[in-house]
């Protein structure tokens, strides 16, 4: 089951983020992965509980692998909308922490942490960016969220301008817009939703051509 779990989410993450959840059916899913309809709703009632499941293997990716008593109950999923904004707000807390003295936080540790946060919740994103519509609370939440990152890294960046480590630029928001979707192209798009989407680049792999790239253009 663990193997069949795990191409359920994988099927139905890219219908979600590339179809789009209202446009997708339950057939949709079971013909991506080989299964019968039928087989499907063995696992999952609806589509409802799929997409609670996609957003709760994003913030805890064992939960896709554990054992389930099925179908998967959508009483597992209670408190989701509330488990995802904690896991927003441990992730806003933790990659602030260096803004008060950035002496030793480098820009290179910077970059790299904010391309793992992007990486690691990329689904979870791309699934609430979407889908606004069907994603309730979460869509103004994850639009503050996003707004709260921007600032952090503009942050981030004014004071790697003002110590001599990032190169002077006339417009730092604007370069830290065009920053922040570098890394989120190769943190999440790429392998998600690219016009040409690349499954088998590797997390290192791309972001080691991203922090080259960005290094390469703004370090000083």
């Known amino acids: 089951m663990e193997n069949r779990m795990k191409l359920i989410f994988d099927a139905a993450s890219h219908l979600f983020i590339n179809k ?59 408190s989701l909308d509330n488990e995802i904004m ?20 480098p820009l290179e540790q910077m970059l790299s942490d904010a391309f793992d946060v992007i990486s690691k919740y990329g689904i979870g994103c791309l699934l609430i960016e979407k889908n606004p519509n069907d994603s309730g609370k979460l869509t103004d939440y994850y639009r503050e969220y996003r707004q709260k990152f921007y600032n952090q ?38 392998t998600n939703d690219a016009f040409e989407i690349q499954k088998n680049i590797t997390a ?8 080259d790239n960005l290094l390469h253009a703004y370090k000083r």
Not at 154 to 165: E, F, H, P, R, V
Not at 179 to 184: F, H, Q, V
């Open 86 to 105: 904690e896991a927003f707000e441990q992730n806003t807390k933790a990659f602030s922490d260096r803004l008060d003295d950035i002496t030793n936080y």
């Open 153 to 190: 890294v503009l942050s981030y960046i004014t004071q790697y301008m003002q110590n001599g480590t990032f190169r002077q630029v006339e417009l730092p928001e604007y370069v830290t817009r065009l920053i922040i979707e570098t890394l989120s192209w190769w943190g999440m798009h790429i």
């Open 20 to 78: 789009g959840y209202a446009r997708t059916q339950m057939k949709d899913i079971a013909k991506e992965i080989g299964l019968s309809t039928g087989m499907l709703y063995v696992y999952f009632t609806g589509k409802r509980d799929i997409l609670s499941f996609l957003l709760k293997g994003t913030i805890d990716p064992a939960f896709v692998t554990q054992e389930f008593e099925l179908p998967i109950r959508s009483e597992l999923f209670n």
């Open 204 to 211: 290192q792999t791309a972001k080691s051509i991203c922090m």
